[in-house]
């Protein structure tokens, strides 16, 4: 395989770099045919002494046909590519699978403003905590994105895990994914959002279950919290 | 209407400069001011981009030759963040509206229509001449808008709401109200321009010039007169309510406000997509044009080229949403754009495969405007067959609004504005200006063109498949676009390269105005009409009103003794141009 993607750690990914390839391939061999056909013809009938343009106007079935049924044939690799894509398209923006961890994924302009319900796991209470830029998450868990917007859009994009979701003022929009290696990745903002748009940046923090459960004593370590039982 | 026009004007020399050159209402005249309009923003485009790659391959150093520009816009040549934002906004605005626009309708639309169909000039020539000097307005109110406080327009040339909608998100105030007010001007402009198009098509035809007839050039020109004119009223409503906001208060697309910002990208997005169709047509017709007569050749499947693009073009009202996969809109809905967007290759496709039919069999020459129409052919392809990946919905997941995006669609608009409309240019200018252009010159045009014009966008899509988003000032803020820094300098080098290769063209064009080689009425022996005309061209245009008595494109008839039969001679032609 060629090596242009980052790579990726998410469940879903190896699905959409799997429909880009499928598509390369396809478009890829079309282009080629295409584009030697031409070159080839440029070469063969160019103009010579004592060789005529023939008169062949494409208007009769017979001769139309010659440009039809390759356009068939686009038309059916256009269908393969299309039921193709929808699969993983359902795979990432479809039904949030059952979460385990849910996280408020705020935005404003130049910020990630990111809030953990805390151990009652539910937001809005004492509980809660507001980090900046930093989302920490469980490696081999399936985590819920409640992106919101204080100002403008925003766009939460993480290349490795190929994921990336317009976030609007006024709505709370869900998006999910699981991390499949721990490490720290960087979040960007995909959409322009100001003058400050090119530094918003934040940092995915992937936690191995031991790391994370040293991450949640360490965040809430009031006597009532309840140990980092998972 | 137009006879009585002339009729009241009497002939062109009885008229003063001012009325033969500035406030024409001869649509040839018109067109060569629109040329003139097309090709001066394309410099400024092009200088706004250089501006651009510069920062971001050397980030907040100074840009060589930006030294002039007064503070707070830059600091000693160093471009700070709203100043490149606006950069990005202008440059995308000026090379969709104020030079693909101009350029391949404005320019050729008016110069070709009424020659091509064998009328006099335009059916509305007042009208025509206003929509003219209603983009000339809007150009200027464009370029005064960098020198209000908070410079220009910086909310992308897409002016996502709520960021354009008040201007406390971007600072700039006025800047991006003129942005507005100059676009409504535009639009104003070829409103005027689709009405003349469609009403002289469809009324002042010559005899016997039956719509399937026409020159192909024609046909693409009303397609996308008519493709704009039902696209863009809801984009004048949504432009109207986004002022609103910015001025009045009103919260059409402010969330708080009780509005939703999703509504402007449907509005924008509604026109968006049928506008490229706008500017891709005509570019298309030229090849159309260009492509049967260096080949001798009728060009291949005339009627299924018309019926496919009318098909492209009702499609383009069914696709917009593509361009917002992953806006936050109901998912259901992306699967049908996707499948809508993905079939809009099939008509495409076709008008493909009928200039490869049209080249093969045929007895080819190489000119320049040849050259150029190749030239598109090859790299349109690219630009066509990468739409794939940005319509298929997961894919477009992690592409959107990366640099594979970017250079997607430079690689369409970039083959069709400026390869085609060269091709068109280098074509038709000896019946614009009545000189030759000179070869040599063309050809280093053309080769240094095509080969610098790959080289920046091939890696651009390397870019974009590492990631790496469009529209960061500096990229070096991320870890991860570090690795491809070198690559950005590499395609900024190139970019210059792309630029200093125009130079040849400046120097041939008013070289070739002045100097050229005087050119007969018909120096590639054509068929249509407008080579049936003197040049150059008076007012009025034909001395009699041809008959015409073929299709445009009946090259290397059997039985003929030259391999061309115009469509206004009853017989094969008497002599060789």
Known sequence: ?230 | MSKEEHAGNGHTEDLGFWRKYIFSIDHKTIGKQYLFLSLFMALVGGLMAYYMRWQIAWPETAVPGAGWIPEPTAYDGIIPPEFYNALVTMHGTIMVFFVGMPFLLGAFGNFLIPLMIGADDMAFPRLNMMSFWTIFLGSLVMIASFFFEGGSASAGWTGYAPLSADPIHTGANWGMNLWILGLALEFTSFLMGGVNFLTTTVTMRAPGLSMFRLPLMVWMQITAAVIFMLSVGPLIAGAILLLLDRTIGTGFFIAERGGDPLLWQHLFWFFGHPEVYVVLLPGLGAIMEILPVFSRKPIFGYRTIIWSTIVAGVLSFIVWAHHMFVSGMDPRLVMPFSITTILISVPFAIVIFAFMATLWGGSLTFPTPMLFAIGTILTFIIGGVTGIFNGSAPVDIYIHDTYFVVSHFHYTLFPDVFLGGFAALYFWFPKMFGRMMNETLGKIHFWWTMIAFNVVFIPMFVLGLGGHMRRIYNPLQYDFLKPMQEMNQFITWAAICLLIGQIPFIINFFWSLFKGKKAGDNPWNANTLEWAAPTPVPHGNFATVPSVYHGPYEYSLPGSETDWQPQHLQSGPTTSA
């Open chain 1, 1 to 230: 395989m060629l090596d242009w993607f980052p790579k990726n750690i998410s469940t879903f990914g190896a699905e959409i770099d799997h429909v880009f390839y499928l598509i390369f391939y396809i478009v890829g061999i079309g282009f080629l045919v295409g584009e030697a056909l031409i070159v080839y013809f440029l070469f063969r009938y160019r103009r010579r002494d004592g060789q005529k343009a023939r008169y062949v106007d494409g208007e009769t079935w017979a001769q139309s046909a010659w440009i039809l049924i390759p356009a068939v044939i686009v038309l059916v690799l256009d269908l393969w590519i299309d039921f193709a894509g929808a699969k993983a398209y359902e795979a990432v923006k479809g039904d949030t699978p059952v979460a385990e961890v849910v996280v408020q994924m705020g935005s404003k302009q130049f910020n990630w403003i990111i809030t953990y319900p805390g151990p009652d796991g539910t937001f809005g209470t004492p509980d809660d905590m507001v980090k900046e830029n930093d989302l920490h998450v469980p490696i081999n868990k399936v985590v819920k994105l409640l992106l919101t917007s204080e100002d403008v859009i925003h766009s939460f994009f993480v290349p490795v895990l190929r994921l990336k979701q317009d976030i609007l003022p006024g709505r709370e929009i869900e998006s999910w994914f699981e991390a499949t290696e721990t490490g720290t990745y960087e979040i960007a903002c995909a959409e322009l959002c100001g003058y400050g748009h090119y530094t918003m940046r934040g940092f995915l923090h992937v936690h191995s279950d031991e790391d994370y459960a040293a991450w949640l004593a360490k965040s809430w370590p009031a006597p009532e919290a309840e140990p980092a039982a998972e």
